[in-house]
């Protein structure tokens, strides 16, 4: 009797298992798990001087990152 509660209790798991993968893959497919309007809404939702200081910070960045280039920076090993 314990072998046929052990059998059914794999099958479940692998038939439950399969299911959930299955919804997943559907669920990327579909697009349900993305947000479109979150980056909208975010945009939105700032003002004219957050959204100035990201486009300075995204300079500096870019900038950093080219005098790294320029001394030949390599990270240690």
Do not use: C
């Amino acid at each position: 009797m314990d072998t046929i509660i052990l059998a059914m209790m794999i099958g479940v798991s692998l038939f439950l298992g399969t299911f959930f993968v299955l919804a997943f893959i559907w669920a990327l497919k579909t697009g349900q798990l993305e947000d479109r309007s979150k980056f909208l809404d975010a945009v939105h939702s700032d003002g004219v001087d957050e959204l100035n200081e990201a486009v300075m910070l995204e300079k500096r960045k870019k900038e950093a990152i080219k005098r790294k280039k320029e001394k030949g920076y390599r990270p240690p090993d």
